[in-house]
């Protein structure tokens, strides 16, 4: 019996230790993910706002601190807007839809989608910010909320699909 304890234990420390390393590793990768957007794992979510400065900017001052206000404005409408595109490309890949031409009522859902998300924005922040070499301004916005991907999910969006009545969430 002592003999069958002793290699079941070993197999369960080198269990648990890998499975913490591997963690930690994905966990590092992430911090500095600042190329990929959408969800970087089921907590975060990022997007990626880039903007031109204005054409009447003299210098590159100037030229950067208006890239930087036009990248600002745009986190919130870009944030929503990429939320609900996973959400829709997601709920058309549940419900087996081929292509979004089929949903009618897109606006609606569109509407209802960022009124929907619009609380989440509140867990958002800026991990990274930096200039290109003509001066645009790159920002890269991150969600952070415990469970927020199956909280995305859970969204109750009714689709008007060709065909059909209004086809609720499950």
């Known amino acids: 019996m002592k003999n069958i304890l002793k290699p079941i234990a070993l197999i369960l420390l080198f ?9 930690q590793v994905d966990a590092e990768k992430m911090k500095t993910d600042y190329t990929t957007e959408g969800f ?3 907590n975060y979510f990022q997007v990626i706002i880039k903007s031109s400065p204005d054409r009447n900017a003299k210098g590159l001052v100037a030229k950067r ?11 919130n409408t870009h944030t ?3 939320l609900a595109e996973y959400y829709i490309v997601s709920r058309i890949k ?8 089929e949903i009618l009522n897109m606006d609606g859902v569109y509407a209802t989608l960022a009124e929907e998300l ?10 990274y910010e930096y200039y290109e070499e003509d001066c645009s ?4 916005y991150r969600i952070f909320k415990p469970g927020l991907q199956k909280d995305i999910e859970s969204i109750k969006v009714d689709m008007l ?3 059909m009545e209004i086809i609720p969430k499950k």
């Open 161 to 163: 699909l060709k065909g």
């Open 137 to 140: 301004a790159v920002i890269v």
């Open 80 to 82: 929503l807007g990429m």
């Open 94 to 101: 549940e419900m087996g839809i081929k292509d979004r031409k």
């Open 15 to 23: 269990s648990l230790c890998w499975s913490c390393r591997v963690i």
């Open 65 to 75: 601190d208006s890239a930087v206000r036009k990248a600002k404005e745009r986190i």
């Open 40 to 42: 970087l794992d089921a």
């Open 118 to 127: 619009n609380p989440y924005l509140r867990y958002g922040s800026t991990a």
